[in-house]
């Protein structure tokens, strides 16, 4: 399994990014699995950012994107993604996609990728 996470770069404040998850080298590794995403700040700890359930029903999201953020996925793509509109400065970070296992843990995160929202 590597994933990578994909779509980061530098935006305004306001603006939008969306993020892709894949791994390039199988096409199942990501299918049904509930996948989540995360960031970390520079100098903070990485935090929850959103998950999708496998089938791609009940979102979940921390409060702080509720309402910008919204994660969807596409299991003929063996993808995930996470629209991120209304973009603000604290939303700087290097995002991570992961994969969750039964028992709830994640047992394979990808590469990040760095969002930089400047105001």
């Known amino acids: 399994v590597q994933l990578q996470a994909s779509g980061g770069g530098s935006v305004q404040a306001g603006g939008s990014l969306r993020l892709s998850c894949t791994d390039p080298?199988?096409?199942?590794?990501?299918?049904?699995?509930?996948m989540g995403w995360f960031r970390q700040a520079p100098g903070k700890e990485r935090e929850f950012v959103a998950l999708?359930?496998?089938?791609?029903?009940?979102?979940e999201y921390a409060d702080t994107v509720k309402g910008r953020f919204s994660v969807s996925r596409d299991n003929t793509a063996n993808a995930v993604y996470l629209q991120m509109n209304s973009l603000k400065p604290e939303d700087t970070g290097t995002y991570y996609c992961?994969?969750?296992?039964?028992?709830?843990?994640?047992?394979?995160w990808g590469r990040g990728t760095l969002v930089t929202v400047s105001s």
């Open positions: 080298a199988s096409r199942r590794t990501i299918n049904y699995y509930i």
């Open positions: 992961a994969r969750r296992t039964v028992s709830g843990n994640y047992d394979f």
């Open positions: 999708i359930s496998g089938s791609g029903s009940d979102p």
